[in-house]
């Protein structure tokens, strides 16, 4: 079965044929910095990051550019705001997306251009968008001419007529309320760059079409983003790059949001949410399991209590992990998933459905450790390696493990004092000192450890919170 996805453009699911035989080209609209990531903004990378992990898992070489918009209105009324220069503010929170894409597993893209070091290919691109009739320079602005382009909406399935275009301050001269800026005239204290038509700065959209076309060329195949995205930002991605003579993007994938009482997750919430503190009260791999195993384009409804089953979900994945490695020692992933979880995959990325299998997985491999059929055991956990692997959440990989050498010298560090601890509970127990036996189980549990009782001697894991 090949590779299907949603398109937004065709409003259907495609059989995906990428461009180039064997590889694979994606844009994704990765961050603008003018705040750090909270889990909504995190989710668009978590999302791709899984996409690109399956092609190349079906043996596609995959070229994943993930740009940062580095200057734009928000940025500069951040400076303005905040008596910081735009660069500072800028630099401050690529930083901490980075941080966010990295605690959360996703892989770093093959190119991660900023806005601002593409300023002579964003002139080229508006010079040729004149030449063509396309655009026009009016004081100081360069606008998109949106009648000149016949499929201008086809994206997003608006009606030209009724069409209400966002538009900032300052972006006076233009031929029809409806054209867009590509390039926003210089205002006194904004950052500038000198242009054939006078100083200024990028208007939002010119940057993806500029850099889309430098790192991907002409024609790529997929086109990414979350749904707020469609319109106006990729709706005017599309009019300027074919425009320009490019055919763009082959595919339109669109993730949905994480919301919070239905409403999109937004900065107003404060730092609750930011992914830098959402790490210190939950474990990065626990929150990649959240934010990535829904559906792409399902909205996620953000709560404690989703999180916390989230949790329980993956403690039993873990701990089934943890039960044949004691017994068997390190497993290696198998070298292919199960067909349904393929299957499930190949199908626009069907996560709900291919975890399905990674749990049907998990109770074949605990039916196996409770027959003592240490064979079947080992196998289920290679095929459960080989799943988790390819979504970014297999424990026992280095990122999770932080180095293997390390986290097994430290479970062993761990397992040791343990081991002590419940040998006291032991002793007590052999005494009849039922008190305080109780009272260790108790601690050990208040410490965030599960004690089971079993004939071969108590064991731990750790537990959920």
Known sequence: MSIRLYDTSTRQ??????????????????ATVQAAPHIGHIRSGLNFDIMRRWFAYRGYDVTFVRNVT??????????????????????????????????????????????????????????????RGHAYAAEGNVYFDVRSYPEYLRLSNQDLDGLRQPSGEGETGKRDPRDFAMWKAAKPGEPSWETPWGRGRPGWHLECSA????????????????????????????????????????????????????????????????????????????????????????MIEYSEEALREAESAFARIEGFIQRVVEKAGPVEAAPDVPPAFAEAMDDDLGVPQALAV????????????????????????????????????????????????????????????????????????????????????????????????????????????
């Open 70 to 131: 580095d200057i734009d209105d928000k940025i500069i009324a951040k400076s303005a705001e905040q008596g910081r220069p735009w660069w500072s503010i800028g630099f401050e929170n690529e930083r901490a997306f980075t941080s966010a894409y990295d605690v959360l597993g996703c892989l770093p893209p093959t190119y991660e251009p900023r806005a601002t070091g593409h300023i002579p290919e964003m002139i080229e691109m508006m010079r040729g968008l004149i030449d």
């Open 13 to 30: 699911i495609r059989d995906f044929v990428p461009h180039e035989p064997g590889h694979v080209s994606i844009y994704l609209c990765g």
């Open 211 to 298: 850099m889309a076309h430098k790192y991907l060329g002409s024609a790529f195949d997929i086109h990414g983003g979350g749904v707020d995205l469609i319109f106006p930002h990729h709706e005017n991605e599309i009019a300027q790059a074919k425009g320009f003579g490019d055919d763009f993007a082959a595919y339109w994938a669109h993730n949905a949001w994480v919301t919070l009482s239905g409403e999109k997750m937004s900065k107003s919430l404060g730092n609750s949410v930011l992914v830098s503190e959402m790490v210190k009260r939950w474990r990065p791999i626990l929150l990649r399991y959240y934010l990535g195993t829904p559906h792409y384009r399902s």
């Open 358 to 465: 990674v749990h049907t997985t998990v109770r074949q491999g605990n039916s196996a450790l409770t027959a003592d059929d240490k064979e079947a055991a080992v196998a289920r956990l290679a095929e459960v390696r080989a799943m988790l692997g390819v979504l970014g959440l297999d424990p026992l990989d280095e990122h999770w493990s932080g180095g293997s050498d390390r986290g097994e010298d430290l479970h062993g560090v761990v397992d040791s004092l343990v081991r002590l601890v419940l040998e006291q509970r032991q002793a007590a127990r052999g005494r009849k000192d039922y008190a305080t036996a109780d009272a260790i189980r108790d601690q050990l549990q208040q410490s965030g450890l599960v004690i089971e009782d079993t004939p071969s001697g108590p064991r731990w894991e750790l537990g959920t919170r």
